[in-house]
C-alpha cells in the first residue's frame, strides 16, 4: 500500500521593521483591495502548490509550499516580486529572510501569536493573518484541507489555535503598553464600566486629545472642554463631539466649581510654566470630591510642568497621574510582556514539535486506512463467496454475527504485524 | 451520612481557597476554572449534608454553634458563588472560602450532639429568625471584606505599583458596589429576623425577654447597622473610614455571638 500524500516543501521569505526600512517595506505592501490578485498570482507562479501574503504595515511575508525541493520557489519568489512589485533583487535581497520546513513554521506561529509583532502581544497581527488565510482560500490559493491534500490549510488552522493557546495560558496581551490605553486600563480599576462616565478635558494638546478618544471609545458619554480661550475650547468640543457624545465647554474660571461633574479630568496646560498657580491644588480636590460625595475622581495630568499638585493623590477619593507616572506603568507592563513572551516561546516550540510529529505520522496513517479498508473489502467479498456454500437455507441471525466475529477476528490477527510497524515511528540511525 | 457529605464538601472547600489564590492573585483563568466549580460542588454537597442532618432530627433549624456555624459558612460559599457570577470576581474567596472551611472543619470532624431541649413554638417562624440573621451576618461580613478590598485597591492605585502581576481586584466602584449591596440587603433580614425572634419570644417567654444581654446586644447591633448604612449614603463614605465603620458594626455581631454564653433566655440546646 501507498500513500497518495507526498508532503509538500514549505518556503517563508519575507520582511519586517527589523530587517528593512520602512522606504523598502513600503514599496512591496499590498493594499486588502489588492491582496486578492497578488495572492492568486503567486499562486499561479511555476512550482507553487499554495500561496500566502500576508501585508501589514510592519511586514510582509510569503508563503508558500512547492512539490519539489530541487524546484522552482527560491528564484520564482524574486522573479514575482520584481514583475509583480516592480522592486529590483538586488535593493531587496539584503532585508529578506527567508525559512523553510520546520523554521517556517516556528516562523508562522510566532507571527501569529504576536511574538514578532513591534509591539510583542499586541492583538491585530492574527485578525490580519486570519484575513490573509481567508483571501487565499477565496483566490483558490490555499485548498481545504478537508477536501484536498492542502498543507497550508492545516499548518494555519495550527497556527491560529497556538495564538489562542499563547493568548489564553500567558498574559502577554493582558496589559496596555501606550500611554493613551494605560489611562484607560487605569480609569477601568478605578470605575470599571465607562458606559456613562463624565471625562473632562482642561487646555490643549495631542496627547489629551488622544486620551480623551480613547476614553470616549471605551464608553464615556459626556465630554466637557475648559480652556482659557473659550474659542479653542469650543473648537476642540467640536472636533471630538459625535452623535453619541454629549460635549460642552466650562468657562475657565469657573473651572473649579464644574470640575465635580466629571469623573476623570485629563489636564494638558502647562499653566504653571508661566508662573501661575498649578490648576488643582489638595484643598480644591477636597472641595470638589465635597461635591461629588466621595465618589472617585481621576486625574491624568499630561502637562510639564504638572497642573495639578502632587498632593492631590494624598486627597482621599483622588488619584493622580501625571505623565512620568504613565510611561511607568507602561514600562512594566512592557517588561511583563518580555516575561510572557519567553513562556509564549516555550508553548510555541513545543507546539512545532508537535505539529512535525503529527506531520511524520500522516502518511502512515494514510498507508494503515488503506490497508485496513482492503482488507476489509476482501473479508466482505470472501464472505458473500461463502455464504451460499455453508447452507442451502439462510444463516440465522446468530450464525451470521457468528461467521462474522470469526472473520473480523481473523483479519485483525493477520494484520497485527503489518500495522504495529506502521505505527512504530522510524529509527532515525536505521539507513534508508 | 451526612457527616460524609459534609467531609466531602470541606475537601472541596479546601481545594476551591487554594485555587483562587492563583486565580485571584495573579488572574489566572484556569485556576479559576478549578476554584468556581469545587466551590459550587463544595456548596452542594454542604447543603445535602445539612438537609440529610435535619431530616433525620425532624427540625429545620440549627442546633448549637457547630449547626450554626456550618449553616453560616455554606451562606458565605454562596456569596462568593453570586458574586463570582455577577461581577466575575473571585477575589472574595481568598477570604470567603478559607472562612467556609474553618466554619464548616470542626462541625464535619467533631460533630455536635446538641438537641433541642423543649419543642419551639412556631418552628416555621424560628427557622426564618435564625436563617434571616445568618443571612444579615453574612452580608455583613461581605461588606467589611469589600470595604477592606476597597482599601487594598485605592493604595494600589495610589501608590502607583499597578503593574500587572499586582493583585487583581475588581474595579473600585465595583467593590463599593458590593459593599453598600451587602449592607442594603442586608438591613431587612436582620430587621425581619429580630422582629420575628421578639415576637415569637413575647408569646412565649413574656416582657422578661428584653432584659436579657443577647436581646439587648441584638438591638444595638441593629442600631450600629442602621447607622452605617445613614452615614454610608448620607455622606458617600469609602475607603478607611468605610472599613472602620464595618469593623465596628462587626464587632457588635460578635459581641452578639459571644453574649449567647450569657443568656438565660436565649439557649435551646439540652444540657
Redesign the interface.
Known amino acids: 500500500v501507498t500513500s497518495n500524500l507526498k508532503p509538500a516543501t514549505l518556503l517563508l521569505v519575507g520582511v519586517n521593521h527589523t530587517t528593512a526600512p520602512v522606504d523598502v517595506r513600503e514599496r512591496l505592501a499590498i493594499s486588502p483591495a489588492r491582496l486578492a490578485d497578488a495572492t492568486r498570482t503567486l499562486a499561479h507562479q511555476p512550482g507553487i502548490r499554495e500561496a500566502l501574503i500576508l501585508s501589514t504595515c510592519n511586514r510582509v511575508e510569503f508563503l508558500v509550499s512547492h512539490d519539489d525541493e530541487q524546484q522552482a520557489p527560491t528564484e520564482t519568489l524574486p522573479h514575482f516580486l520584481h514583475d509583480y512589485f516592480a522592486v529590483s533583487p538586488d535593493s531587496l535581497t539584503p532585508h529578506l529572510y527567508e525559512f523553510r520546513e520546520r523554521e517556517a513554521v516556528r516562523h508562522l506561529f510566532r507571527v501569529a501569536s504576536s511574538l514578532d509583532s513591534m509591539v510583542v502581544g499586541e492583538p491585530q497581527i492574527l485578525g490580519q493573518v486570519k484575513q490573509s488565510w481567508n483571501v487565499a482560500r477565496e483566490v483558490g490559493a490555499i485548498g481545504s484541507s478537508a477536501a484536498s491534500a492542502s498543507s497550508l490549510d492545516p499548518l494555519l488552522q495550527r497556527a491560529f489555535s497556538v495564538a489562542k493557546r499563547v493568548r ?2 500567558t ?1 502577554i496581551g ?2 496596555s503598553v501606550s500611554i493613551a490605553s494605560v489611562a484607560v486600563d ?1 480609569a ?5 464600566s465607562l458606559s456613562g462616565k463624565t471625562v473632562l478635558i482642561v487646555g490643549a494638546g495631542k496627547m489629551a486629545d488622544l486620551a480623551a478618544r480613547h476614553l470616549i471609545q471605551q464608553g464615556a458619554k459626556t465630554l466637557l472642554v475648559s480652556n482659557r480661550t473659550e474659542l479653542r475650547a469650543q473648537t476642540i468640543a467640536d472636533a471630538l463631539r459625535t452623535p453619541a457624545i454629549t460635549t460642552g465647554v466650562i468657562p475657565f474660571d469657573q473651572l473649579h466649581a464644574e470640575s465635580h461633574r466629571a469623573d476623570i479630568v485629563i489636564t494638558s496646560t502647562g499653566a504653571s510654566s508661566s508662573g501661575e498657580p498649578q490648576v488643582f491644588t489638595p484643598h480644591q480636590a477636597r472641595e470638589i470630591l465635597q461635591r ?5 475622581m481621576f486625574f491624568i495630568d499630561i502637562a510639564v510642568p504638572r497642573d495639578v499638585d502632587p498632593a492631590v ?2 486627597v ?2 483622588c ?1 493622580v ?1 501625571d505623565i512620568d ?1 504613565l510611561q ?2 507602561a514600562a ?2 512592557q517588561a ?1 510582556r518580555g516575561l510572557e513572551a519567553q513562556a509564549a516561546e516555550t508553548i510555541v516550540s513545543r507546539e512545532v514539535d508537535r505539529y512535525h510529529q503529527r506531520l511524520g505520522s500522516a502518511p502512515a496513517v494514510e498507508a494503515i486506512k488503506q490497508l485496513q479498508l482492503s482488507a476489509e473489502a476482501l473479508r466482505q467479498q470472501e464472505l458473500a463467496r461463502t455464504a451460499a456454500r455453508l447452507s442451502a437455507e439462510p444463516l440465522t441471525p446468530a450464525q451470521q454475527a457468528a461467521v462474522d466475529a470469526l472473520t473480523r477476528s481473523l483479519t485483525a490477527k493477520l494484520l497485527h504485524p503489518q500495522l504495529t510497524a506502521l505505527r512504530t515511528p522510524p529509527d532515525p540511525a536505521e539507513p534508508d | 451520612m451526612s457527616l460524609l457529605w459534609l467531609r466531602v464538601a470541606v475537601l472541596l472547600y479546601g481545594i476551591a481557597a487554594l485555587a483562587v489564590l492563583p486565580a485571584a492573585l495573579y488572574n489566572r483563568p484556569r485556576w479559576r476554572h478549578i476554584a468556581v466549580p469545587a466551590a459550587l460542588a463544595a456548596a452542594f454537597f454542604h447543603f445535602v449534608s445539612l438537609a440529610e442532618t435535619f431530616y433525620a432530627a425532624h427540625r429545620a433549624l440549627p442546633v448549637g454553634s457547630h449547626e450554626t456555624l456550618s449553616v453560616l459558612a455554606l451562606l458565605l460559599a454562596v456569596a462568593f458563588l453570586l458574586l463570582a457570577a455577577r461581577y466575575r470576581t473571585v477575589a472574595f474567596g481568598i477570604f470567603l472560602l478559607p472562612i467556609a472551611v474553618l466554619l464548616t472543619l470542626v462541625p464535619a470532624f467533631h460533630a455536635g450532639r446538641e438537641t433541642l431541649a423543649y419543642p419551639l413554638a412556631g418552628p416555621a417562624w424560628i427557622f426564618l429568625h435564625v436563617a434571616l440573621l445568618l443571612a444579615a451576618y453574612a452580608a455583613l461580613l461581605i461588606s467589611l471584606l469589600a470595604s477592606v478590598l476597597y482599601l487594598i485597591q485605592e493604595r494600589s492605585l495610589k501608590s502607583k505599583q499597578t503593574g500587572p502581576s499586582r493583585f487583581r481586584l475588581p474595579p473600585l466602584e465595583t467593590i463599593d458596589q458590593i459593599a453598600l449591596r451587602s449592607l442594603l440587603l442586608g438591613l431587612p433580614c436582620m430587621t425581619a429576623g429580630l422582629l420575628i425572634g421578639s415576637v415569637v419570644a413575647l408569646e412565649t417567654t413574656g416582657p422578661a425577654f428584653f432584659a436579657d444581654p443577647k436581646v439587648l446586644l441584638s438591638l444595638a447591633m441593629w442600631a450600629a447597622y442602621c447607622l452605617m448604612i445613614f452615614i454610608r449614603q448620607h455622606s458617600g463614605l469609602r475607603g478607611r473610614r468605610a472599613v472602620y465603620l464595618s469593623s465596628f458594626a462587626f464587632v457588635f455581631v460578635l459581641a452578639v455571638w459571644a453574649a449567647n454564653q450569657l443568656s438565660a433566655v436565649h439557649r435551646f440546646t439540652a444540657p
Open positions: 489564553s495560558e498574559q493582558s496589559s487605569l477601568r480599576k478605578i470605575f470599571g461629588r460625595r466621595n465618589r472617585p493623590n494624598k482621599e477619593g488619584f497621574y507616572d511607568q506603568v512594566q507592563n511583563s
